[in-house]
């Protein structure tokens, strides 16, 4: 274990710091991680996608660092040196083509949610002070919308070429990357002469949340391309590898690993068209890695358990599992040969699989690796580039999120008798602090450089991080107890016809706080099981049985004392997690409505 993690005291406060696995590929700046790439890996191809027609096509790593070289050399043409430039997109080859264009020379990119309303948009454009905005098709009329009342943005870049402009201000990418390489031809090498300075901010990015609360994280080259070393050190991926980018690239997860971390090591990245293709896409581009989110698992994990007992082979692969495990035992490993039919339905070939974001339940993990396949689960955040934790493919303990990455150190800060405090993080993957807001940063970085991620843990002997949940949604309860709403939601999401779940505190009428529920009806999996939607009191009564079967794993001031229904998903981020005050504000708002306590609420539609 000691190759995997040093563990010392610094003021009393123990450290685990990450020493990797593998030998590191260290990374200068992302520049160089582009060159560096096509010196390795040339002519391979770097990214598949489909055209018009539906054909898969390729980008070799010299095809997309040329094209880099032609758009950041026509931006700066255009003026647009030290500028901040945002992008808002669906995942595309070109998405990579523009951020990088922007930030290996060019000035500042500003990644923005693809869901964002018009309004938001606007907002983080001001709040960013964003000077040029690349943009997909579907994004058009609100660019024009836009433009009619901002003075500050030079250009809109369309990156699709077939548009109409309504004036000198919008552009295409096509056009662009032709200017551009006309300017090279010419001898104009600004851009690719461009010093970069690793210390200085790359890239703003915003966090989850409506405009108002949202931060914006300053991230510079060394943040960014410390955490793809580190990455390098902990995961083993290269040529031959196919990554299906599925999370959205404007998100860091996505950006710094399911992007920046495959190029860097000459692994081919492939553009899911949705996420009800994965399957689909996972099969087609014979993808190798996944990087996702639990909900995504989870959803592939009760898909193939329905079709495993449809067609009534449940005992048999149980029966395969007990000999595998055996023969692991014996160091004989024929997973892959054993469960060949049911890789064939999800992905033949996909053998590393990376979730994050949110808490995974560890009953997935461990079904995923007795049939096969690498599950690893990690931790990040924004402020962090995003990678903190990740558990390794040799050393994979279910549960928790691993070791800390190459060169991170983690303490939990002031622990309580049980080990349990808040997570805090230092390493070259901190961020350079929150934009324009000296305030914010001075509360969550400390002058050692220390980061308080609002996040609850334990760290245990060997070096592994467990999380707990959030400090802000923890519940606290009259006996000083402390219980967190997202070991509740893992069970409640395996209670047959619910499709997810929200557990908060409640305040009952006598002041102390109760764990309540809402939960999410799985409408079309309870038709396709009954032909019909059973009565309301009768999900309710199947539903509150299911409840109090997990009660009894639970000391009595923990348990989930009332339920609510729903048809209707819950209020999540991009990345698919809870946004627990608006659930929380929706259910107060409704019972005060309906003039309900959760008492007499319980049970019910709401």
């Not at 390098?232 to 950006?255: A, R």
């Amino acid at each position: 274990m000691s190759k995997c993690v040093e563990i010392y005291f610094e003021n009393d406060r123990r450290i685990v710091k990450g020493l990797g696995y593998y030998q590191p590929q260290p990374v200068d700046n992302l520049k160089t991680l582009v060159k560096e790439s096509v010196k390795n890996y040339g002519g391979s191809i770097g990214f598949k996608f489909k055209d018009k027609n539906g054909n898969i096509v390729g980008k070799t790593y010299v095809e997309f660092d040329r094209e880099i070289d032609y758009l950041g050399t026509s931006l700066l043409s255009l003026g647009l040196k030290n500028s901040k430039i945002a992008i808002i997109s669906e995942n595309r080859y070109e998405w990579g083509l523009c951020y990088l264009s922007i930030v290996n020379a060019t000035g500042v990119a500003v990644p923005m949610d693809k869901y964002l309303p018009p309004n938001e948009i606007i907002n983080l454009i001001e709040r960013g002070k964003v000077s040029a905005i690349f943009y997909s098709k579907p994004y058009h009329q609100t660019m024009t919308e836009i433009s009619e009342t901002n003075e500050n943005i030079k250009y809109y870049i369309c990156i699709d070429g077939d548009i109409d402009k309504p004036n000198d201000k919008f552009l295409t990418l096509p056009d662009l990357i032709d200017r551009g390489k006309k300017l090279l031809d010419k001898g104009d090498r600004s851009f690719i002469d461009a010093e970069i300075d690793k210390g200085k901010m790359s890239v703003l990015l915003f966090t989850s949340g409506t405009t108002n609360i949202s931060k914006g994280v300053m991230l510079s080259h060394s943040n960014i391309a410390g955490n793809v070393t580190s990455l390098s050190s902990c995961i083993y991926v290269g040529p031959g590898d196919v990554h299906l980018s599925l999370l959205p690239l404007h998100h860091t997860f996505e950006n710094t690993v399911g992007l920046l971390f495959m190029i860097h090591r000459g692994v081919c990245i492939a553009y899911c068209e949705g996420i009800k293709y994965i399957a689909q896409n996972l099969i087609e581009y014979e993808a190798s890695i996944l990087v996702a989110v639990p909900a995504i698992f989870e959803a592939m994990h009760r898909k193939l358990i329905k079709g495993i007992e449809k067609s009534g082979k449940t005992g048999l692969v149980n029966t395969l599992i007990k000999i595998s495990q055996l023969l692991r035992l014996l160091k004989i490993d024929i997973r892959r040969k054993l469960f060949k039919s049911l890789f064939k339905q999800f992905g033949p070939r996909l053998r590393i699989a990376v979730s994050g974001a949110a808490p995974l339940d560890s009953e997935v993990i461990a079904w995923f690796d007795k049939i096969g396949l690498n599950l690893l689960q990690g931790y990040g955040l924004t402020e962090t580039s995003p990678v903190v934790s990740v558990n390794y493919e040799f050393f994979n303990k279910f549960g928790t999120i691993g070791f800390p990455l190459a060169d991170v150190e983690v303490a939990i800060d002031s622990p309580d008798e049980d080990g349990l405090g808040e997570i805090i993080i230092r390493g070259p993957n901190v961020m350079m602090g929150y934009y324009e807001d000296e305030s914010e940063t001075k509360k969550v970085l400390d002058e050692k450089g220390w980061l308080r991620t609002g996040d609850l843990g334990i760290i245990d002997g060997d070096g592994y991080i467990s999380i707990r949940g959030r400090a802000k949604s923890m519940i606290v309860f009259a006996n000083g107890k402390k219980a967190f709403p997202e070991e509740y939601e893992v069970l409640l999401n395996e209670i047959p016809g619910i499709k997810d779940s929200f557990a908060w505190g409640h305040p009952s009428p006598g002041g102390d706080i109760q764990v309540c529920a809402k939960l999410v009806v799985d409408k079309e999996a309870i038709l396709a099981e009954k032909g019909e939607l059973p009565p309301d009191e009768v999900l309710s009564a199947g539903f509150e049985n299911a409840i109090r079967e997990i009660n009894r794993t639970l000391p009595l001031y923990k348990i989930i004392r009332h339920f609510i229904m729903t048809y209707e998903d819950l209020a999540k981020t991009t990345t698919l997690k809870i946004k627990r005050s608006v659930e929380e504000n929706k259910i107060n708002e409704k019972l005060n409505i309906l003039g309900l306590d959760m008492k007499k609420a319980s049970g019910k539609f709401m």
